[in-house]
């Protein structure tokens, strides 16, 4: 599953389904990015995140990206694996980032919708987004479900009470008007 289109998230999965036979699967509406029919939109950066995307884009390889893989496009479906993964869309980061749910297993991974501050491990929206508003709109769609571990496509993961967790922090974000 990617969460979404980003290189950081989508670089080693024509390598990986290669070697594994895995099938790909993404949203519909981040698909022709990943499978490069069509230029990923760049993020709309708040002042405060243009030095920390400098520093994190030195990190990134030069030059030319892997090969695309082929993709599976997904749309709000449940999944059959892991118990039934329900598939959560959670537009704003991307228009088509995902978060995967769990229920059977009480975890929740949320790409790059949500983050773990690298300072101090606070819970937080996540960086870098293409629609800061509706990011946070989308905010409270994985902190109402019921999750004791949510991992992040960025940060060490919540382990225990997660849903609880994620909610305030989601509630600390102002309504978009
Ligand atoms: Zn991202
Ligand atoms: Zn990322």
Known sequence: MLTHFHEDHVGGAAELAGSTGAEVLVHRLDAPVVRGEAPGPPPVFEDWERPLHAAAVRHLPQGEYARPPQVTEVDGDLLDFGGGARVVHVPGHTHGSIAIHLPRHGVLCTGDAVAASPVDGSVMLGVFN???????????????????????????????????????????YPAPA
């Open 130 to 172: 293409l629609d800061r508003a509706q990011a946070i709109a989308s905010y409270h769609r994985p902190a109402a479900l019921d999750a004791d571990v949510v991992c992040f496509g960025h940060g060490d993961p919540v382990l225990g009470r997660a849903s609880v967790v994620l909610r305030e922090s989601a509630d600390g």
